[in-house]
């Protein structure tokens, strides 16, 4: 298993995406913090929704 960070990509409902890098052990919380931080989107109104690809 990979300590690397990886690059996840972020869309708003808006359509604007972007790329963040998260590092394994980051918690939701923070990375939500960050949307916050970089789209004064408040924590509670973001939604997660994920998707994995397993090669």
Do not use: H
């Amino acid at each position: 298993m990979s300590l690397a960070p990886v690059d996840v990509w972020i869309e708003s409902v808006t359509g604007e995406r972007w790329s963040e890098r998260v590092r394994l052990f980051e918690t939701i919380g923070e990375l939500k913090k960050r949307v916050w931080r970089r789209k004064r989107i408040v924590p509670s109104r973001q939604a997660i929704v994920s998707t994995f690809s397993v090669y």
